[in-house]
């Protein structure tokens, strides 16, 4: 982690601090406004969009004590605020940039790789493919930023504001849209580009990347993507029992089928409650 992220994540720790001192009005304005500047833009420069916040969590903290609500110290329209304060945030440096377009890219591309490594036969890598999923990963990211920004200034009348039940359909129904074209892209797309490679090279190929990747998320301390390895490394293991002929003799080859829809049920579903849990955690901070 840089010495910017952990700035980042040191003002992010008091600003939870603080927030949990918010009583009331106070604590929705702050709350509606905080997931409104945080959602305004990938390419905001992170450490100012947090100052900032922080700031106004501290300045409303000071009103609460004085006995002023958050509507009497900041006005009646919240969102006028936030927009005014959108205005004047820096713009992320390129660097910030494309590690925000290939982080999701990236990801996306990884489970990719290893659902191919796990396939049986050579390892073959249609490169076509890859690019049509980092198009639909970015637009995915961008999509769900918007809605989640647009969304929270709407009416208390509002459908998807005040029913959750109108929520969770459509939530089910956007990710249901994109996991279909995820698995449209990787059933469909012709075999233009496709490059080959066998083993050992495969399984050398496989070592390095997830090593790498694992490693990313363990030393950089990417706590939301910790629910998504245990995914990452059943997959692999499931392509180098396949792939190196010493255990494949000992696993058999008739059940390597069943060891990789095991592998990928276990680690969806490890996935989804670990996912769960982090959520939870998050949101209590």
């Known amino acids: 982690m840089s010495s910017r992220d952990k700035q980042v994540e040191g003002i992010r720790n008091k600003m939870n601090e603080l927030q949990k001192k918010l009583e009331g009005e106070n604590a929705t304005f702050f709350d509606d406004l905080r997931g409104y500047l945080i959602t305004s833009s990938l390419f905001y420069d992170e450490l100012d969009v947090t100052e900032q916040s922080y700031n106004v969590c501290v300045d409303l903290i000071e009103a609460q004590e004085n006995g002023q609500t958050a509507q009497e110290y900041f006005g009646k329209d919240s969102r006028k605020l936030a927009d005014s304060m959108i205005k004047n945030f820096r713009h992320a440096g390129y660097r910030e940039i494309m590690e925000l377009i290939l982080l999701p890219i990236g990801i996306y591309w990884a489970i990719s790789f290893i659902s191919d490594f796990a396939k049986r ?27 989640v920004h647009k969304s929270i200034y709407l ?22 849209c994109i996991t279909g074209a995820f698995v449209t892209i990787s059933v469909f797309t012709p075999p233009i580009w496709v ?23 363990i030393i950089g301390r990417k706590r939301e993507l910790y629910s998504i390895t245990p995914f990452i490394v059943l997959m692999a293991a499931v392509g180098m029992l396949q792939r190196i002929p010493v255990m494949l003799a000992v696993v058999g080859s008739n059940n390597i089928k069943f060891l990789a829809v095991g592998a990928a049920i276990s680690g969806f579903l490890i996935n989804i409650v670990w996912g769960r849990i982090e959520m939870k955690r998050i949101a209590h901070d």
């Open 121 to 147: 036969g050579a390892l073959k890598i249609n490169i076509l493919e890859y690019i049509l999923i980092a198009l639909l990963s970015l637009g995915m990211v961008v999509i769900v930023f918007e809605a």
């Open 195 to 217: 490059a080959k490679l066998v083993y050992p090279g495969d399984v050398i190929l496989m070592l390095t990347v997830t090593a790498i990747f694992l490693g990313w998320i």
């Open 155 to 176: 009416s208390e009348n509002n459908p998807f504001r005040k029913s959750k039940i109108v929520q969770f359909i459509i939530g089910t129904i956007f990710f249901t």
